[in-house]
């Protein structure tokens, strides 16, 4: 969370059309904070791209690119992670995901474990718990600001709703 995903993501993608190479950009059709199939990053940057659900079937959507970009990728399912590693592997697209490994309880999203099994590469974008350790965790709280332990795993929201934390802040607090 607020570790520049989004802002990565269109990145890769203006790199990749600068060189004239069409891609294929995903968000979750759930994450409706800026608007439906809009990737927005906080620093200003945002472009409407084609959304996924449950239903979406990678591996028949594969249009002729050079890269597929998911944002939003702890919301894919493990047979779309399966379908994206396929897609990667069998037919060398370069597949690239962005999102958050764990909920706000700590558990992994189930799309989040498989994309760590399965990826040939992980890199980890990095950003700082408010005591300056890197944060590695996201901690939910109510409108007061007090934390939410319970609830259910998806709950979509941005700095007024999820906060980052270290592993020393999300169990101390």
Known sequence: MNAGKSTAMLQVAHNYEEQGQKVALYTAVIDSRYGVGNV?????????????????????????????LIDEAQFLST?????????????????????????????????SAYLLALADDIEELKNICTCGKKATMNVRVDQHGRRIREGEQVSIGGNESYRQACGRCFYAG
Do not use: M, N, W
């Open 40 to 68: 927005t990053s906080r620093l200003g940057p945002q472009r409407q791209v084609d959304t996924f659900g449950p239903d979406t079937d990678f591996l028949a959507e594969a249009p002729k690119v050079a890269c597929v």
């Open 79 to 111: 047979a779309q992670v399966q379908q994206l590693h396929q897609l990667a592997q069998v037919r060398g697209v370069p597949v690239i995901c962005y999102g958050l490994r764990s909920d706000f309880r700590g558990e992994p999203f189930p799309g």
